[in-house]
């Protein structure tokens, strides 16, 4: 590979672990909270979901502001949410389109 250009690899994380369990405390909470057995574990699968989701964001900004990230990881973000949008906009284009 000679001409391999530099792509930023991070280090494995344990944020995707971790939002993984904080989500089933939270629909598992919710589960609880529709059979009427308690509300506290709900919420503390909420607050986990937004403290996880909190760490990860800044680990991300961190990463970014230290200028790890290049040209080719700048045009993959962009085309990563150029690519969601179209999706979005037709997914809602095929559903509206069933009811009319």
Excluded: C
């Amino acid at each position: 590979m000679a001409n391999a250009a530099s792509y930023y690899v991070p280090a494995s994380s344990r944020w995707p672990f971790l939002s993984a369990l904080s989500a089933f405390i939270l629909f598992a909470g919710f589960a609880m909270a529709l059979h009427s057995i308690t509300n506290v574990v709900m919420y503390v699968g909420l607050a986990s979901v937004i403290g996880v989701m909190f760490v990860w964001f800044r680990d991300v900004v961190i990463e970014s502001r230290a200028n790890k990230y290049g040209v080719s990881e700048d045009q993959s973000f962009r085309m990563g949410m150029i690519w969601f949008i179209v999706s979005e906009v037709f997914f809602f284009a095929a559903f509206f389109g069933v009811l009319l």
